[in-house]
């Protein structure tokens, strides 16, 4: 039995969760949840966006499931998200992105991508300032070690999945210090790999391709900034970032999240999809090593899409989020 600390998150994000707990109990999937808060949830509870309980609790138990949190813009308290990543060392932003079935895309091929993102420094380094009142000044800052580690990553992970190629992302033609760096890196890795094709393509180049022609790329790299814009372009490619699971992983932590947003306007009114939530939480099954149970939920998900009858109106049905979550429990081991 693993002990995962749970955390609901603001917005839609404790209906979602709370979907996902009945989910994984009628699977029988083998973890006991310890419930924790964060964002607008942990101010209310605790006067502290991340209370010191939530951060002990994942400590311990090494890995978390997580809902949406509130990022206040421009002001307010920095990114929880940012901090968790920083606080665990969670470098790998780890984002599979592929088609299902009962999703109308512009697609019909199929799209099957991972994006492998950055996730410690880069311009989310937290290095900005003002200057004066009319300025201000961020720095990119990216390392041989970082590049390196997150690009390894993507290599290790095609060649354990069978996966043919790994493109870097960058900007070097602009950056040529920093990306330039980044993609040196690149390039000592791939070496590494030789059964692996390595390429490498400019971020905005890339952003155009991936909207004509998705399938000429299989694994991307990039480093934080880029791999952000890049992994939520890719979730469009299936339907949207309601469909898409989210991993931050790193030496000894692993934080499991829905990477979509906390949704206010439909908070409380039990419509929210819970199938992000529930795909991360596959994820983190694998990642526990309880295969069989992450293939049981994935499939009685996927067989719920497939039917269209039990959709969430995001996906385009009538569903609430209760129906949507009996029909995923009826279909378990089907």
Same mark, same amino acid.
């Given at each position: 039995?693993?002990?995962?600390?749970? /955390?609901?998150?603001?917005?839609?994000?404790? @209906? *979602?969760?709370?979907?996902?707990?009945?989910?994984?109990?009628?699977?029988?999937?083998?973890?006991?949840?310890?419930?924790?808060?964060?964002?607008?949830?942990?101010?209310?509870?605790?006067?502290? +966006?991340? +209370?010191?309980?939530?951060?002990?609790? *994942?400590?311990?138990?090494?890995?978390?499931?997580?809902?949406?949190?509130?990022?206040?813009?421009?002001?307010?308290?920095?990114? *929880?998200?940012?901090?968790?990543?920083?606080?665990?060392?969670?470098?790998?932003?780890?984002?599979?992105?592929?088609?299902?079935?009962?999703?109308?895309?512009?697609?019909?091929? !199929?799209?099957?991508?991972?994006?492998? &993102?950055?996730?410690?420094?880069?311009?989310?380094?937290?290095?900005?300032?003002?200057? !004066?009142?009319?300025?201000?000044?961020?720095?990119? /800052? /990216?390392?041989?070690?970082?590049?390196?580690?997150?690009?390894?990553?993507?290599?290790?992970?095609?060649?354990?999945?069978?996966?043919?190629?790994?493109?870097?992302?960058?900007?070097?033609?602009?950056?040529?210090?920093?990306?330039?760096?980044?993609?040196?890196?690149?390039?000592?890795?791939?070496? @590494?790999?030789?059964?692996? @094709?390595?390429?490498?393509?400019?971020?905005?180049?890339?952003?155009?391709?991936?909207?004509?022609?998705?399938?000429?790329?299989?694994?991307?790299?990039?480093?934080?900034?880029?791999?952000? /814009?890049?992994?939520?372009?890719?979730?469009?490619?299936?339907?949207?970032?309601?469909?898409? +699971?989210?991993?931050?992983? !790193?030496?000894?932590?692993?934080?499991?999240?829905?990477?979509?947003?906390?949704?206010?306007?439909?908070?409380?009114?039990?419509?929210?999809? +819970?199938?992000?939530?529930?795909?991360?939480?596959?994820?983190?099954?694998?990642?526990?090593?309880?295969?069989?149970?992450?293939?049981?939920?994935?499939?009685?998900?996927?067989?719920?899409?497939?039917?269209? @009858?039990?959709?969430?109106?995001?996906?385009?049905?009538?569903?609430?989020?209760?129906?949507?979550?009996?029909?995923?429990?009826?279909?378990?081991? &089907?």
């Amino acid at each position: 039995m693993h002990t995962v600390t749970l /955390i609901p998150g603001d917005g839609i994000g404790p @209906e *979602i969760a709370e979907a996902t707990r009945q989910v994984f109990a009628a699977a029988e999937a083998p973890v006991t949840w310890e419930l924790c808060y964060a964002g607008q949830a942990g101010i209310t509870r605790f006067g502290d +966006p991340l +209370p010191e309980q939530t951060l002990d609790s *994942i400590r311990a138990n090494k890995v978390a499931l997580k809902g949406p949190l509130t990022t206040q813009v421009g002001a307010g308290y920095r990114s *929880i998200n940012v901090t968790l990543r920083k606080e665990f060392q969670l470098y790998c932003n780890l984002r599979p992105v592929k088609s299902l079935p009962g999703i109308k895309t512009r697609y019909p091929e !199929g799209v099957d991508l991972v994006v492998f &993102r950055e996730n410690t420094e880069d311009l989310y380094s937290g290095a900005e300032h003002q200057v !004066g009142s009319q300025a201000a000044v961020g720095l990119k /800052i /990216i390392t041989a070690e970082a590049s390196r580690r997150i690009v390894r990553a993507a290599f290790e992970y095609a060649a354990a999945h069978g996966r043919k190629k790994v493109t870097a992302v960058h900007k070097a033609n602009i950056m040529k210090f920093t990306d330039g760096l980044f993609l040196n890196c690149a390039r000592e890795v791939a070496k @590494e790999f030789p059964a692996v @094709e390595y390429e490498e393509v400019i971020v905005d180049n890339l952003c155009m391709q991936l909207v004509v022609r998705p399938g000429k790329y299989d694994v991307l790299v990039a480093p934080n900034l880029y791999g952000d /814009i890049i992994s939520d372009l890719c979730a469009g490619l299936v339907g949207g970032l309601g469909v898409v +699971p989210g991993a931050n992983l !790193g030496a000894d932590w692993a934080i499991f999240e829905a990477v979509h947003g906390t949704a206010p306007d439909i908070a409380g009114r039990n419509i929210a999809n +819970p199938a992000a939530m529930l795909l991360s939480g596959a994820m983190m099954l694998e990642y526990l090593g309880e295969r069989p149970a992450a293939a049981k939920i994935r499939s009685a998900l996927e067989k719920v899409l497939a039917g269209g @009858e039990a959709q969430t109106p995001d996906l385009g049905g009538q569903a609430t989020t209760a129906e949507m979550t009996a029909a995923i429990i009826k279909n378990l081991g &089907r």
